[in-house]
């Protein structure tokens, strides 16, 4: 028996560290299969710390213990760790030295240039920083980072104390940079931006966002030879008169974004663009009107494959210049633009018939003629976006279910699309992202033909189609088991049974129900014991909803990081309940009559992951201030309001800001 017994051997022991490995790669993605993984057996456990190289700590007391498991840890991701100090920063360093490639420091705030120092002088093989957002770092914090030598990534976005001085120092230290990102770090000039063109000759992607910057620095920038990238929306001090004087093009450039440079028309984009031949993306957004002669200026660029001309007047002669071009365009943005008609809309599709995605949100002109080209033309469309395309009529919602079938995401949000259409659309059975908000003529019925239709959905919105009833989700729960995320707010006929249908959505990431007041702290306590994964949970307005159903999610839901209980029943224990939760980052506490200063900070003071809270204003003379002193420094956002208590919901009120009249059908 002995022998026998010794014979017995775990198929789990047959499996190599590199097969483990392979097993692990593919649970990448999922955090909780990961964790259940490493809870298996105490060989899992250390092969699982073995394998893992990224780390994105909850809270900074946790680095230097989680450094300690997870030894070969290169990608440090610490935007969850608002409170990180020059220690903290030192003892990252220590325990990961040159293993460390990349750290995200971008929602970080405490340490100074000398926590930096250590990261540079320890970590020889870092090639990825994002300090964006530390608006207190100052040129010596840039003179540590030029001791990076090996740095290929650079975020520096709303760095605004970083002046010219500070970049000459990156420039000079860091030759090898292949990305840089300057966005609203104001005191930066052509000078510094020079220098960094002339120095990093390696740059492959540049975001100038928001500088007051000229024409001076784009020559340099032009001769990078291995320029793909180029981000200059806002600069208000490029115009066609500098762009004249240029005399170098940059042919490696694949994309330009001169979204708001309104001093930039076609004079100075055809000089910028001159010699451009792989320019692949072209962003305009809410820049000059989109003439014949902008579109002709671009008319032999054979590569371009996207344009985003956002929020700009374009004329019909602009469009079907558009429509005459060479290139044959993947992607055409046209959001809010005003002067999109049917006659020009139609050409220009009939022209780019391999368009994948296509933007006319908000154009208010075109009707059913404009859908019909549409779908005729670009039958391989995988996104459609057209909320608020107020004359298209109900008819026109079924050709796209009979003519677009690769459809992976469509927003008809605010249209007059009823069950008809939805029922055409539920042959699009690729479809990931469905946005009905707003939809009056929908029902359940057009709703369980999407169900039916459509299995792998996961994102549904829902928001006001005041049609839908608990049926109509039920048939979504049941036939969209991997669905992710749900709007059914100011939905006045759900009830508690739409949350029990919605719990088996064992994949549900992310629920709004706001102004929803059947529902109840039963179908909440549903949704807390079977959408573990839950992430972000909008209950506002929900007055059913108490501590009964908090105490719930403190024991199911650990996962959630943001939530909204403004004019909810909810007390001061409901709140102590959250506290539990670790992962809990944003909170929205407005008008819970039962909370009172007390609760409120015993709750503040015991959730320990916050991160932005916002409360009423009349909470703040009535609780200690160094209650908020210590949540500041721990890493806390407050955003006070002072709003009035709103004891009824204007039913016209959203019809007036979404431009309808009252009464109107």
Same mark, same amino acid.
């Given at each position: 028996?002995?022998?026998?017994?010794?014979?017995?051997?775990?198929?789990?022991?047959?499996? #190599?560290?590199?097969?483990?490995?392979?097993?692990?790669?593919?649970?990448?993605?999922?955090?909780?299969?990961?964790?259940?993984?490493? @809870?298996?057996?105490?060989?899992?456990?250390?092969?699982?710390?073995?394998?893992?190289?990224?780390?994105?700590?909850?809270?900074?007391?946790?680095?230097?213990?989680?450094?300690?498991?997870?030894?070969?840890?290169?990608?440090?991701?610490?935007?969850?760790?608002?409170?990180?100090?020059?220690?903290?920063?030192?003892?990252?360093?220590?325990?990961?030295?040159?293993?460390?490639?990349?750290?995200?420091?971008?929602?970080? *705030?405490?340490?100074?240039?000398?926590?930096?120092?250590?990261?540079?002088?320890?970590?020889?093989?870092?090639?990825?920083?994002?300090?964006?957002?530390?608006?207190?770092?100052?040129?010596?914090?840039?003179?540590?980072?030029?001791?990076?030598?090996?740095?290929?990534?650079?975020?520096?976005?709303?760095?605004?104390?970083?002046?010219?001085?500070?970049?000459?120092?990156?420039?000079?230290?860091?030759?090898?940079?292949?990305?840089?990102?300057?966005?609203?770090?104001?005191?930066?000039?052509?000078?510094?931006?020079?220098?960094?063109?002339?120095?990093?000759?390696?740059?492959?992607?540049?975001?100038?966002?928001?500088?007051?910057?000229?024409?001076?620095?784009?020559?340099?920038?032009?001769?990078?030879?291995?320029?793909?990238?180029?981000?200059?929306?806002?600069?208000?001090?490029?115009?066609?008169?500098?762009?004249?004087?240029?005399?170098?093009?940059?042919?490696?450039?694949?994309?330009?974004?001169?979204?708001?440079?309104?001093?930039?028309?076609?004079?100075?984009?055809?000089?910028?663009?001159?010699?451009?031949?792989?320019?692949?993306?072209?962003?305009?957004?809410?820049?000059? %009107?989109?003439?014949?002669?902008?579109?002709?200026?671009?008319?032999?660029?054979?590569?371009? &494959?996207?344009?985003?001309? =956002?929020?700009?007047?374009?004329?019909?002669?602009?469009?079907?210049?558009?429509?005459?071009?060479?290139?044959?365009?993947?992607?055409?943005?046209?959001?809010?633009?005003?002067?999109?008609?049917?006659?020009?809309?139609?050409?220009?599709?009939?022209?780019?018939?391999?368009?994948?995605? @296509?933007?006319?949100?908000?154009?208010?002109?075109?009707?059913?003629?404009?859908?019909?080209?549409?779908?005729?033309?670009?039958?391989?469309?995988?996104?459609?976006?057209?909320?608020?395309?107020?004359?298209?009529?109900?008819?026109?919602?079924?050709?796209?279910?009979?003519?677009?079938?690769?459809?992976?995401?469509?927003?008809?949000? =605010?249209?007059?699309?009823?069950?008809?259409?939805?029922?055409?659309?539920?042959?699009?059975?690729?479809?990931?992202?469905?946005?009905?908000?707003?939809?009056?003529?929908?029902?359940?019925?057009?709703?369980?033909?999407?169900?039916?239709?459509?299995?792998?959905?996961?994102?549904?919105?829902?928001?006001?189609?005041?049609?839908?009833?608990? %049926?109509?989700?039920?048939?979504?729960?049941?036939?969209?088991? #991997?669905?992710?995320?749900?709007?059914?707010?100011?939905?006045?006929?759900?009830?508690? *049974?739409?949350?029990?249908?919605?719990?088996?959505?064992?994949?549900?990431?992310?629920?709004?129900?706001?102004?929803?007041?059947?529902?109840?702290?039963?179908?909440?306590?549903?949704?807390?014991? /079977?959408?573990?994964?839950?992430?972000?949970?909008?209950?506002?307005?929900?007055?059913?909803?108490?501590?009964? /159903?908090?105490?719930? @999610?403190?024991?199911?839901? &650990?996962?959630?990081?943001?939530?909204?209980?403004?004019?909810?029943?909810?007390? =001061?224990?409901?709140?102590?309940?959250?506290?539990?939760?670790?992962?809990?980052?944003?909170?929205?506490?407005?008008?819970?009559?039962?909370?009172?200063?007390?609760?409120?900070?015993?709750?503040?003071?015991?959730?320990?992951?916050?991160?932005?809270?916002?409360?009423?204003?009349?909470?703040?003379?009535?609780?200690?201030?160094?209650?908020?002193?210590?949540?500041?420094?721990?890493?806390?956002?407050?955003?006070?309001?002072?709003?009035?208590?709103?004891?009824?919901?204007?039913?016209? /009120?959203?019809?007036?800001?979404? /431009?309808?009249?009252?009464?109107?059908?």
């Amino acid at each position: 028996m002995k022998k026998h017994r010794d014979l017995i051997v775990s198929p789990f022991d047959l499996l #190599t560290d590199e097969i483990v490995f392979a097993i692990l790669d593919r649970l990448n993605d999922d955090a909780l299969a990961k964790k259940s993984f490493s @809870l298996a057996c105490k060989s899992f456990y250390t092969i699982e710390s073995l394998h893992r190289r990224a780390l994105r700590p909850l809270r900074s007391e946790l680095v230097t213990r989680l450094l300690k498991r997870y030894r070969f840890i290169s990608h440090l991701d610490l935007s969850l760790c608002p409170c990180v100090e020059d220690g903290t920063l030192f003892r990252v360093a220590a325990e990961t030295q040159s293993r460390l490639r990349s750290i995200d420091l971008s929602k970080s *705030r405490f340490f100074t240039h000398a926590g930096l120092s250590s990261l540079v002088a320890m970590c020889a093989g870092l090639v990825e920083i994002d300090l964006s957002n530390r608006t207190e770092l100052s040129d010596s914090a840039a003179a540590v980072l030029a001791q990076a030598k090996n740095l290929e990534r650079l975020r520096l976005a709303r760095c605004k104390m970083i002046t010219d001085m500070g970049i000459g120092c990156l420039a000079v230290g860091c030759r090898k940079l292949r990305l840089v990102c300057l966005k609203w770090c104001l005191r930066v000039s052509d000078l510094g931006v020079g220098l960094i063109a002339m120095k990093c000759k390696e740059i492959r992607s540049l975001d100038l966002s928001y500088l007051p910057i000229t024409e001076k620095c784009l020559s340099p920038i032009l001769q990078l030879e291995h320029l793909e990238d180029l981000v200059l929306e806002g600069c208000p001090g490029i115009d066609d008169d500098g762009l004249a004087t240029l005399k170098h093009s940059c042919n490696s450039i694949k994309m330009l974004n001169l979204s708001k440079c309104q001093n930039v028309s076609h004079v100075g984009l055809s000089h910028l663009t001159n010699g451009a031949e792989h320019l692949q993306q072209l962003i305009l957004a809410y820049g000059p %009107a989109v003439t014949a002669d902008m579109a002709k200026c671009l008319h032999y660029s054979s590569g371009l &494959q996207s344009i985003k001309l =956002d929020g700009c007047s374009v004329t019909t002669s602009g469009i079907k210049a558009i429509g005459s071009w060479l290139a044959s365009l993947e992607e055409l943005s046209l959001s809010k633009c005003s002067g999109v008609s049917d006659e020009s809309l139609s050409f220009l599709v009939q022209t780019h018939k391999e368009l994948r995605k @296509l933007d006319i949100t908000c154009c208010r002109k075109i009707t059913y003629a404009s859908i019909d080209s549409i779908t005729n033309s670009c039958t391989s469309l995988a996104s459609l976006r057209m909320e608020s395309c107020s004359f298209i009529s109900k008819d026109a919602f079924t050709l796209i279910g009979r003519c677009c079938q690769f459809l992976e995401e469509l927003d008809v949000t =605010d249209n007059e699309i009823d069950d008809e259409g939805l029922k055409s659309i539920s042959r699009c059975s690729k479809l990931l992202t469905l946005k009905l908000g707003i939809c009056l003529n929908i029902t359940d019925d057009g709703l369980t033909h999407v169900a039916n239709g459509c299995p792998k959905l996961k994102e549904l919105d829902l928001y006001r189609s005041s049609g839908i009833t608990d %049926a109509g989700i039920a048939a979504i729960a049941h036939g969209c088991p #991997t669905l992710e995320m749900i709007n059914i707010a100011y939905n006045d006929k759900i009830t508690d *049974r739409s949350l029990i249908s919605l719990s088996k959505c064992l994949m549900l990431k992310a629920l709004e129900i706001r102004g929803c007041h059947s529902v109840s702290s039963v179908g909440l306590s549903a949704i807390a014991m /079977g959408c573990r994964q839950l992430m972000v949970l909008d209950i506002k307005k929900c007055v059913n909803i108490n501590d009964n /159903g908090m105490i719930p @999610l403190a024991q199911f839901s &650990q996962n959630l990081k943001e939530i909204n209980l403004s004019y909810c029943s909810v007390t =001061d224990v409901g709140l102590l309940a959250l506290a539990s939760i670790n992962q809990l980052q944003n909170m929205t506490i407005l008008h819970l009559v039962g909370l009172t200063p007390n609760g409120l900070a015993a709750g503040l003071l015991a959730c320990q992951g916050l991160t932005k809270v916002k409360l009423h204003k009349s909470f703040k003379p009535l609780l200690p201030q160094s209650i908020f002193q210590f949540m500041e420094a721990r890493g806390c956002m407050f955003r006070w309001r002072d709003k009035a208590f709103q004891v009824e919901i204007d039913p016209k /009120g959203w019809e007036l800001h979404y /431009g309808r009249s009252p009464g109107a059908p």
